[in-house]
């Protein structure tokens, strides 16, 4: 653990000086200073503030005693037991779906077809007004159509009294087909690549300045790369899970989700039934990754049959139907183009790259992103296009684009500076941009290049020996690499209630999600911070639709999004406290200016004078004073998300803003078996705000993980022939394990964004970029051979 | 159906089950202890795994009818330092894994003790060292897909002392 602990005057180890001001609280930022405009906050002024302490997770004993609940875990009277039939054909209808066999089992209830399912509302199609309707991972009608769009869709479900019995019988079920022609094999697909439709991720697919090309032919050193990364599936422990309860016509989900409020809203529309009748839970998710962020098949089928059966049901999907249900990230074919003058300053950065898109579903994956932003160049180029494909629709995946991205993008560097004869890290500060190089905006921080020169230093990078092959142990191939790490940042809106209590206890109220990140905790000590009271007097109440409306866990964006609005119902907590102890002759804060108030050892007070919480409320005869941050009508929630978008759109115009970091790896290759063993590692990260210093490392390390896993091992194999995945197993997709993973030290600088809520950048995707990157680069080092395909597996270097 | 007599964290209770049904399904789906997590239910991953008579299984590759009389401990049975050390060395995130990781580390250690050797021993007819290595290579059956194998090793190194 090498992360800063904000202890009573322990000192920042923030190498340019930054860091908090203890006088003040408030801390200086880096060189480029935009103007902040996020609330200042009378209150974040207490000196020794809890914030970024390593404080063990509030749910930690729930998780190693077997106590927290996932979604799967909820007994009802008389629960049933659902199963899913995939399709085995990629295109077609259905002509029929003998369910005899299967309905005369024993301890079956029903089999539910398109024949006989219910009736079910369209998914909407995706509109601005209302964000939630791009809540649905595909546009199936599930069981309420005879076609068939890919291999895997759900075309029966059996509920049965028993899991046992339910998959057992799923099995008897004997769909025929009509066969229509289908597109499945991406790569052969390449050739009718379209330009990007709409907006990935709310940004655009394509840019230039200058003339790339012409500058890249004219460039006196280049490289002219092709990459290909293949599809990748989450693969979350905890498979995608759900128990419905229907009473009368009011539905109550646990669902395993990354987004309760546009579940909520999916399914009201799907049942129709209105958004007060249906409350979705989801206490704890046992991750997500993204591929719990959107609604798909088993949500829908698992109150589709508690209607149609009358019983409370619950499905959990199998570790195969989450592969054939749940899109993974797209494959990639990239390329990245860089020239440079003899001394190794860009003229011409150059990268395309063409993704897949499901026929029914997904989105344009923002594989050029990270390359608007990272380099000085000339003249730049990047444009994304897609092929459509008759498969499950693809989706978000940790770092969706950037993850892939930056492995094409920095291993271009990688090369770049063998063809230069530059050192990267020298190669990355010849071409360290000033303002955003593609448009000229501000930077509202940017700290990348400290990020390497710290990496440097803990990783040691000055020992190594620049030619490929140059350094070995024992028999190993020793090899080093390093990558640049970058993922924007995002806030979303957020509704929160906090409530003080007469005896100083503090509930927070948001629908957010612990998909592991460590949620409930990080808002536990922002409420802390806001409102000067101990971690230990606070509750925090999320994973249910009847709380406030919480963002959805994505794009790294929960903590800072949920922070925003917690900050300001903190604000409003301490306001009214404040105005109740001005009405009183014996409060020692009457007379005071609230703006010499400081929120701090359980009360307000300015300078030593002041008193508790409980004492004012006491006082006042109140039993609880309420802050709450967002609307409840309707209406209100129209003008919320009107001034969130307005916010969103303004600030992009304003600032480029992102986490990034410099990632350190050491590969070890077996010259005769092409083995690749990752033994060192690590990164350094501008994440801005550290809120909790032990729950941040950890998602960094997780992404690093998840990384490794990406550059090594990870492929979902599709049949070209069927489009059906032959790999839909965890023995089969090689996710890192125990012994994969060497010791990752991580640092942060802690160094808050100006422009971000609490100055938070976000923790959860970043530490994944550049990961793929670092690894091919340190197997170049070891090996000299360059791996352009991902996962750089041993066949490959043999 | 058949019904089997199941010692679980030394209550013995009678449970009616066809022989198809896993020791897992039983635990979860009849006994309510849903501690114990279903995470690939063909035993690559280790979420499932349970003690039995002090052994690591996984749960979901054992037949229920299987284990009539043994001595079953499952997370919720589980009182060790390990379950401390993995929240102070943050030995998890989404905690979907951490049943299985900590009734596998607890049986490990107690297999390490018993000088039994491992793919990356050196000399297996010496007592390993419990090196990291060691730990990792002995604990490669149990998936975090949040990758929290750090904090993990850490705990188990706390505890192993």
């Given at each position: ?19 908090r ?25 207490e ?85 939630a ?31 046992d ?7 008897l ?92 809203r ?79 300053r ?125 350094m070995?142990d ?6 080093m ?33 612990e ?65 109740l ?50 609307s ?63 729950t ?38 090689h ?21 971000m ?35 750089i ?6 | ?53 002090g ?40 905690g ?12 490990m ?53």
């Amino acid at each position: 653990m090498t992360l800063p602990v904000h202890e009573p005057g322990a000192s920042q180890p923030h190498p340019r000086g930054t860091g908090r001001n203890p006088a003040t609280g408030t801390r200086r930022t880096g060189r480029h200073q935009p103007r902040v405009t996020t609330r200042v906050d009378s209150g974040e002024a207490e000196q020794f503030s809890v914030l970024g302490r390593p404080l063990d997770r509030v749910d930690g004993h729930a998780k190693t005693t077997g106590r927290a609940r996932y979604s799967a875990e909820y007994a009802y009277p008389n629960l049933a037991h659902a199963a899913l039939v995939c399709s085995t054909i990629p295109r077609g209808r259905i002509t029929a779906i003998d369910t005899a066999a299967a309905a005369a089992l024993p301890g079956v209830l029903a089999v539910l077809t398109h024949h006989n399912a219910p009736a079910l509302k369209p998914p909407q199609k995706p509109t601005p007004v209302n964000l939630a309707t791009l809540a649905p991972g595909t546009t199936v009608n599930y069981l309420n159509t005879d076609e068939v769009h890919w291999n895997g869709q759900p075309v029966a479900v059996v509920v049965a009294e028993t899991v046992d019995i339910a998959l057992a019988a799923a099995r008897l079920v004997r769909p025929s087909y009509t066969e229509l022609p289908s597109t499945l094999d991406f790569k052969a697909a390449v050739p009718d690549a379209h330009p990007q439709r709409r907006n990935a991720m709310l940004m655009p697919g394509g840019g230039s300045k200058g003339d790339a090309e012409a500058a890249l032919a004219a460039a006196p050193v280049s490289v002219d790369l092709r990459f290909t990364t293949p599809m990748h599936n989450h693969n979350a422990l905890e498979p995608h899970a759900t128990t419905a309860v229907w009473d009368g016509d009011e539905l109550t989900v646990h669902d395993g989700t990354q987004n309760i409020d546009w579940t909520r809203r999916h399914l009201a529309h799907r049942f129709g039934l209105p958004l007060a009748r249906v409350r979705v839970i989801s206490t704890f998710v046992g991750g997500g990754f993204g591929g719990k962020g959107s609604v798909w098949a088993g949500t829908i089928l698992a109150p589709l049959a508690a209607r149609a059966t009358g019983r409370p049901v619950r499905l959990m999907l199998t570790r195969e139907d989450v592969y054939r249900t749940v899109g993974g990230r797209t494959p990639s074919i990239q390329r990245v183009a860089l020239g440079a003058t003899a001394d190794g300053r860009l003229t011409s950065l150059i990268h395309t790259s063409i993704t897949q898109l499901g026929r029914v579903g997904g989105h344009p994956e923002q594989v050029v992103s990270q390359s608007r932003h990272l380099y000085a160049a000339e003249n730049i180029l990047v444009e994304q296009r897609q092929v459509d494909l008759d498969a499950v629709a693809n989706t978000s995946m940790r770092a969706p684009g950037e993850s892939i991205g930056t492995y094409a993008l920095e291993v271009g560097m990688d090369e770049l500076a063998y063809r230069v004869g530059l050192d990267p890290i020298e190669l990355r500060r010849r071409n360290e941009p000033e303002r955003n190089p593609l448009d000229g905006k501000a930077f509202s921080h940017r700290r990348v290049l400290e990020t390497f020169a710290i990496g440097a230093e803990r990783f040691g990078w000055a020992a190594r020996t620049p030619e490929p092959g140059s350094m070995r142990d024992g028999r190993w191939l020793v090899g080093m690499g390093v990558a640049a790490a970058y993922h924007p940042a995002w806030q979303l809106p957020a509704s929160v209630t906090v409530r003080l209590a007469a005896d100083g206890s503090v509930v927070v109220k948001c629908a957010f999600h612990e998909i592991g990140v460590g949620a409930a905790t990080a808002q536990a000590q922002i409420t802390a911070h806001a409102l000067g009271v101990p971690v230990e007097a606070i509750r925090v109440e999320h994973g249910d639709s009847d709380l406030p409306a919480g963002p959805g866990a994505g794009g790294s964006a929960q903590t800072a999004s949920v922070a925003s609005s917690l900050l300001e119902a903190c604000a409003k907590v301490r306001r009214e406290v404040f105005e109740l102890a001005g009405r009183s002759a014996d409060s020692p804060l009457r007379g005071r200016r609230l703006a010499d108030v400081r929120a701090r050892a359980g009360g307000l007070f300015a300078g030593a004078a002041g008193e508790t919480y409980a004492r004012i409320l006491t006082r006042a005869g109140r039993s609880h004073v309420d802050g709450v941050v967002g609307s409840t009508s309707r209406l209100g929630e129209l003008a919320d998300q009107a001034r969130f978008v307005a916010k969103f759109l303004r600030d992009g115009r304003r600032w480029v803003k992102a986490a990034s970091g410099a990632q350190f790896c050491e590969v070890r290759v077996d010259p005769d078996t092409g083995e690749v063993r990752v033994s060192r590692w690590a990164g350094v990260f501008d994440i801005g705000t550290v809120v909790n210093a032990k729950t941040a490392a950890s998602q960094l390390r997780g992404g690093i993980v998840m990384g490794i896993g990406l550059a090594l091992g990870e492929e979902t194999l599709v049949d070209p022939a069927t489009g059906r995945i032959v790999n839909a197993t965890l023995a089969e997709y090689h996710v890192p394990v125990h012994a994969d993973v060497p010791h990752i030290d991580v640092t942060c600088l802690d160094d808050p964004d100006p422009t971000m809520p609490l100055g938070v950048l976000g923790a959860g995707e970043v530490g994944i970029t550049g990961v793929g990157a670092a690894v091919a680069n340190a197997v170049f080092h070891a090996t000299g051979r360059r791996i352009r395909d991902l996962p750089i597996t041993l066949d490959k270097l043999l | 159906m058949v019904e089997v007599r199941l010692n679980v964290n030394g209550t013995a209770a009678a449970v009616e089950l066809e022989p198809r049904v896993s020791l897992l399904d039983a635990l979860r789906e009849r006994m309510g202890l849903t501690g114990t997590k279903k995470g690939c239910n063909q035993g690559a991953c280790g979420a499932c795994t349970v003690l039995v008579d002090g052994r690591r299984i996984v749960s979901c590759l054992a037949l229920a009818v299987q284990y009539e009389d043994r001595e079953i401990t499952t997370i919720e049975g589980v009182d060790h330092p390990l379950q401390q050390a993995f929240v102070t060395h943050d030995g998890f995130q989404c905690g979907y894994c951490t049943s299985g990781q900590i009734c596998s580390a607890i049986a490990m250690l107690d297999e390490h003790k018993e000088g039994t050797a491992s793919a990356v021993t050196e000399h297996v007819d010496e007592a390993p060292e419990l090196t990291e290595d060691e730990i990792r290579e002995r604990m490669s059956g149990n998936i975090c897909r949040c990758g929290a194998y750090n904090g993990i090793v850490d705990a188990i190194e706390e505890v192993a002392g």
